[in-house]
């Protein structure tokens, strides 16, 4: 397939409409604390006073801004049980915890996958959905001051069917562990290419651009793409293998077309400036995106 490719990548310019919008400083605050004080006034059974400030003290801005009090009781059960499971014996501290439930309005199931980050996780949680054939339709990725990761997602089934099915959410648990085990097992490797051979060739190219002025420490990459199967891992996958480090990510589908701004680091946990380096980046990440 030939693509129009242009000698200088495209700038978002800060402002822009497309970008997701966050609450402002004070408002995210405040409802952060209501729903501190509602949980003062009915505490969560298991759960200790301690680990509940743990969560209200060290996630990130963006976690408040649309938050709901029953998402935010599942995400604090969801850590819970990793923190629980990694401090069994003879468990490795690589295991991460999967959490589901249906939503029945819908017809989708939210997935959410709690563990220790590290580098390329996302990209190697999204290859356990599509070799199952799990289309992930909307992502957000949380990191915690504790370095640890929760990250939520809404996906259907591939064929269009609706909502995951029990074995589909088995296996794919059973490969996102084989991924980030030391070393991993040879199924998850495996599924990290498995989509190449069947999702249908590209329709049309994919529209990135770049935006160094609406976050004040990452570069924002905004990706526009027909939706696929495999597409969030072809993205992550190139922006690990760049060597880049995703702080926050906002994937959303509507009509089959892929909307994504993932905001990044570079190694050196600062932003992508270099004209030469993100023309590299959008580069690669058309060549990951294109199947022919």
Same mark, same amino acid.
């Given at each position: 397939? !030939?693509?129009?490719?242009?000698? !200088?990548?495209?700038?978002?310019? !800060? @402002? ?7 609450? @402002? ?22 759960? !200790? ?26 995400? %604090? &059960? ?14 490795? +501290? ?10 029945? &309005? ?7 996958? $709690?563990?220790?980050?590290?580098? @390329? %996780?996302?990209?190697?949680?999204? +290859? ?10 909307? +992502? ?13 997602? $809404? ?6 069917? @609706? ?28 599924? $990290? ?5 069947? +999702? ?23 990706? &526009? ?18 060597? %880049? ?10 009509? &089959?077309? *892929? ?21 590299? %980046?959008?580069?690669?990440?058309? *060549? ?5």
């Amino acid at each position: 397939m !030939s693509m129009n490719l242009s000698h !200088s990548p495209e700038v978002l310019q !800060s @402002g822009s409409p497309a970008l997701p919008k966050s609450a @402002g400083d004070s408002a995210w605050r405040e409802r952060r604390d209501e729903f501190r004080a509602r949980l003062r006034d009915c505490p969560l059974p298991d759960i !200790s006073a301690e680990e509940v400030e743990v969560h209200f003290a060290g996630m990130p801005a963006h976690y408040w801004d649309r938050l709901k009090e029953n998402d935010l009781i599942w995400g %604090l &059960e969801t850590i819970h049980g990793f923190l629980k499971l990694v401090t069994a014996a003879n468990v490795p +501290a690589t295991i991460p915890f999967v959490n589901w439930r249906p939503m029945a &309005e819908s017809g989708r199931t939210q997935i959410m996958v $709690c563990t220790w980050d590290r580098h @390329g %996780l996302l990209a190697k949680a999204a +290859a356990a959905f599509s070799a199952v054939r799990l289309n992930i339709l909307e +992502a957000e990725v949380f990191t915690r001051a504790d370095n640890v990761v929760l990250d939520l997602f $809404c996906v259907s089934h591939s064929d269009g069917r @609706g909502a995951a099915i029990l074995q589909q959410l088995q296996e794919m648990a059973f490969l996102i562990e084989g991924a980030l085990s030391e070393p991993p097992r040879f199924a998850s490797v495996w599924a $990290c290419s498995r989509h190449k051979f069947i +999702a249908a060739p590209s329709s049309l190219p994919p529209r990135i651009l770049f935006d160094n002025d609406s976050s004040s420490g990452s570069t924002v990459i905004q990706i &526009e793409a027909p939706d696929r199967l495999g597409l969030l891992y072809d993205i992550l996958q190139s922006l690990a293998d760049s060597g %880049l480090n995703i702080k926050q990510a906002f994937i959303q589908t509507r009509d &089959e077309l *892929a909307h994504d701004f993932v905001h990044v680091t570079n190694a050196e946990g600062g932003k992508v400036l270099a004209s030469g380096d993100l023309e590299k %980046l959008r580069l690669s990440l058309e *060549a990951a995106l294109t199947i022919c």
